[in-house]
């Protein structure tokens, strides 16, 4: 941590990239492992085009059931740490960027501004008609979904009409609207990187809470360490990119953030 902390009171940029387990002690659950499952089946089941195709009631009561979790989350210690950092080093003329792979806004509602939520949001709907993304925060996101999403394997499906799913209305297309969040498959919606190579060239770069096996996310923090960029992990357990690090913090990431993106006593810029 020492050593960390040398670098970390030296960046002039740091980039933050994060996963699910950043929102694990909110009582997010992740995505793998034995809390990874909704009825039988785990995102990587219903998060593409082909399962909203076949079973768009099904896919969005699965969406409906996470949006009613998430709106009850807050932002836990590792959140609040890393938005308190932000602000702090921006006051020295510093930078923080966080890019999430987590759709739930709680690094927003942190107070995080630098923010890229790579993989979409819970809360924006994209119109499968004409395209439209927009904000939705709904509750429930449309009539005929209240009450379903629950998760226990054994439940009974809503089999909704798709005419009584969520219409996309700001356009008058009026065309069924699937979740924008960015869906397993290659090539699909692929989310906004242009500044990225250049900022993650010169930084420390802080990973935390992924399992580092969806790509792109996976691949940021092995590219820039091979380049020599100083990268600190912080997870629970070892990934299969740990190696590959400089610094590997194990623990929940709401108690190794704060510890480790603390006001530092010779901060400065490099
Ligand atoms: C704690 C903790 C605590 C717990 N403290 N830690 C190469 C190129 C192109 C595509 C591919 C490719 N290789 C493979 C692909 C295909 C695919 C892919 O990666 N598949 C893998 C499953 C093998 N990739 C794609 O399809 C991507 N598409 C694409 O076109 O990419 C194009 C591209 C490539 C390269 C450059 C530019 C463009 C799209 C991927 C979209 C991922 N979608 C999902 C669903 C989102 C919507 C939804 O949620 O409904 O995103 S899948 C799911 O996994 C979700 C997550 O964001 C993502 C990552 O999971 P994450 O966050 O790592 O969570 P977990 O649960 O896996 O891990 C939690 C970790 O936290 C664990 O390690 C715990 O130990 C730890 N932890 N508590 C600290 N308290």
Same mark, same amino acid.
């Given at each position: 941590m020492a050593d960390f902390r040398t670098f970390f009171a030296k960046a002039k940029h740091i980039v933050i990239i994060s996963g699910a387990g950043v929102s694990a002690e909110s009582g997010v659950p992740t995505?793998?492992? @034995?809390?990874?499952?909704?009825r039988k089946w785990q995102a990587q089941d219903l998060a593409t085009p082909q399962a909203f195709a076949h079973n768009p009631s099904r896919v969005w009561e699965f969406y409906h059931y996470r949006r009613e979790v998430v709106r009850t989350k807050e932002p836990n210690p590792g959140h609040l740490a890393i938005a308190e950092c932000e602000a702090r080093l921006g006051r020295q003329g510093r930078r923080v960027m966080v890019i999430t792979?987590? +759709?739930?806004e709680l690094h927003r509602k942190a107070g995080t501004k630098n923010l890229l939520e790579i993989h979409g949001s819970l809360f924006k709907t994209r119109c499968t008609s004409c395209g439209v993304v927009a904000e939705n925060y709904k509750?429930? +996101?449309?009539? @005929? /979904?209240?009450?379903?999403?629950?998760?226990?394997?054994e439940t009974q499906e809503a089999r909704i009409p798709v005419e009584k799913l969520p219409r996309g209305l700001l356009t008058g297309a009026g065309g069924l609207v699937s979740s924008n969040c960015f869906w397993l498959?290659?090539? /699909?919606?692929?989310?906004? /990187?242009?500044d990225l190579e250049r900022i993650m060239n010169k930084c420390l770069c802080c990973k935390v809470?992924?399992?580092?096996?969806?790509y792109p996310a996976a691949m940021f923090a092995p590219q820039v360490s091979a380049r020599g960029v100083p990268v600190a992990e912080f997870n629970m357990e070892t990934t299969p990119a740990t190696n590959r690090f400089r610094f590997h913090f194990q623990g929940p990431c709401g108690s190794t953030l704060p510890e480790a993106l603390a006001r530092h006593e010779n901060e400065t810029v490099s």
């Open positions: 995505f793998r492992g @034995a809390g990874g499952y909704w792979q987590n +759709i739930d509750s429930p +996101i449309c009539p @005929a /979904l209240s009450g379903t999403g629950a998760p226990e394997p498959g290659p090539g /699909l919606n692929p989310p906004p /990187l242009d809470g992924t399992s580092s096996v969806v």
